[in-house]
């Protein structure tokens, strides 16, 4: 049974961080592409970033440019998000999400992911 359980949400104020983790199990982590959703309130889901196996190759949306980094550990079967100079306007459910593939593209269309985490939230206060 393949879970992915995100962490590291919380409360922050405008200018903070926030790192979040993702913990997959069930699968073979690192023939997996990853990435990273949220949903804003009354929004929908968009990609935020994306990694592709072996880390080759990263995806990043143009709101999160130079201040979100993801990354992956494929001896821990875990992929981050880290989430520095953080506005209001990244308030939202973050979702992380699994491929699988094999080779070393970055996939930013959600429906193209299998898998995918509960969420966790993060806010960010001005």
């Known amino acids: 049974q393949v879970q992915l359980v995100e962490s590291g949400g919380g409360l922050v104020q405008a200018g903070g961080s926030l790192r979040l983790s993702c913990a997959a199990s069930g699968l073979t982590f690192s023939s997996y592409a990853m990435g990273w959703f949220r949903q804003p309130p009354g929004k929908e889901r968009d990609v935020v970033a994306t990694?592709?196996?072996?880390?080759?190759?990263?995806y990043y949306a143009d709101s999160v440019k130079d201040r979100f980094t993801i990354s992956r550990d494929n001896a821990k079967n875990t992929v981050y998000l880290q989430m520095n100079s953080l506005k209001p306007e990244d308030t939202a459910v973050y979702y992380c999400?699994?491929?699988?593939?094999?080779?070393?593209?970055?996939?930013?269309?959600?429906?193209?992911?299998?898998?995918w985490g509960q969420g966790t939230q993060a806010t960010v206060s001005s």
């Open positions: 999400a699994a491929t699988p593939t094999s080779g070393w593209t970055v996939y930013t269309n959600p429906n193209r992911y299998t898998y």
């Open positions: 990694i592709s196996r072996g880390s080759l190759n990263t």
